[in-house]
């Protein structure tokens, strides 16, 4: 590769400049860009970092970005874990548009490791027309640097100057909370997921808001693995501090603490009312059936694919703000009493 390149203002910037921002050798910045493998996760991220920080775009860069098209007829999607089935869904919408304009997608598994995702994408780079990522972990700067290369699309996470498709996780975390309310609660725990999950962060919002409208406590137990394991361990937490209303991150988690918590003799949603997120089928297979906050996954998955489809065909991506869908409450006996 060529040690020069441009900023978004045309004016010239080196790799030496990169070099001299990230305070590492100028041939460690040529090796981030053109043989990313042979760098280590967080040298490659302090360059990229430095990188989009004085504004550098790599000659191969710019002509990607101005050629547009299509060209491999195939979409790279990254999914932050295959074994959680929320992305099932989301995975299935994609799959479903590609393949309606005749496109295939590839995916990888990321297995909630950020390492592990960013060498998916640095893989794929090369051999996609676009990129869609499915909750990912990794830093905003790293999302943002990949998406100047490659058409790109983040599903279920808002990152400035990107293309996004949401759902509005903070309100329905928000009607959850109210539900709960209406049905007596006046303290609510929120057992939360990921930590570098936006989707976490908007639903512990949306939930601390609604509590301080109504006034009453709400309570962040976490982080805790977005698994059955982690639901275990998280009702272990919240038995030492017990609330009247608990909601769960998502509904593996909030399955595994409604068995816990009913093992160790509580009555749900008696002793305490639970609500998770997605909609899974388990959800409807338990006593009781498990309320549960879900958006329109699959729907959300084919508009992401879509976008991209565009965007890989040189429309303008609308980063300003991110295309959100509804969110609506499924109440269920986990959380109300039945008749």
Do not use: C
Request: no cysteine; glycine share 10%.
């Amino acid at each position: 590769m060529r040690s020069d390149g441009e900023n978004e203002a045309g004016e010239s910037v080196t790799i030496y400049d990169v070099a001299a921002e990230a305070g590492v050798a100028a041939s460690t910045v040529s090796r981030t860009f053109s043989r990313p493998g042979r760098v280590s996760y967080s040298t490659a991220e302090k360059v990229r970092a430095a990188a989009e920080r004085i504004g550098y775009r790599t000659e191969a860069v710019a002509r990607a970005s101005a050629a547009g098209g299509s060209a491999t007829k195939t979409l790279g999607l990254v999914v932050a874990d295959i074994a959680n089935p929320v992305f099932i869904e989301m995975v299935r919408g994609a799959e479903y548009a590609a393949s309606q304009a005749g496109l295939t997608v590839v995916f990888s598994n990321a297995r909630e490791n950020g390492k592990r995702e960013y060498e998916a994408l640095n893989r794929a780079l090369p051999t996609v027309d676009g990129l869609l990522l499915a909750g990912s972990r990794l830093p905003d700067t790293t999302i943002r640097t990949v998406a100047k290369q490659k058409a790109m699309v983040v599903m279920n996470r808002e990152v400035r100057g990107v293309a996004s498709v949401v759902i509005d996780q903070r309100e329905g975390a928000r009607t959850a909370a109210e539900h709960l309310a209406s049905h007596g609660a006046r303290s609510i725990a929120y057992l939360s997921g990921p930590e570098r999950s936006w989707a976490d962060g908007m639903r512990w919002t949306g939930v601390r808001d609604a509590a301080a409208a109504l006034g009453i406590e709400a309570r962040r137990l976490g982080p805790f693995l977005p698994t059955m394991t982690g639901g275990q361990r998280a009702a272990e937490t919240w038995l030492g501090s017990r609330t009247d209303g608990v909601i769960a991150y998502n509904d593996l988690m909030a399955l595994s603490f409604m068995q816990t918590v009913q093992i160790r003799g509580l009555e749900v949603p008696d002793d305490v009312g639970i609500v998770g997120f997605d909609d899974l089928l388990a959800s409807r297979l338990t006593r009781p059936q498990l309320s549960t906050v879900v958006g329109p996954l699959e729907r959300m998955g084919a508009t992401a694919a879509a976008h991209v489809m565009a965007i890989a065909n040189g429309a303008q991506a609308t980063t300003d703000r991110p295309v959100v869908m509804p969110a609506r409450l499924i109440a269920r006996g986990s959380s109300e009493p039945q008749p």
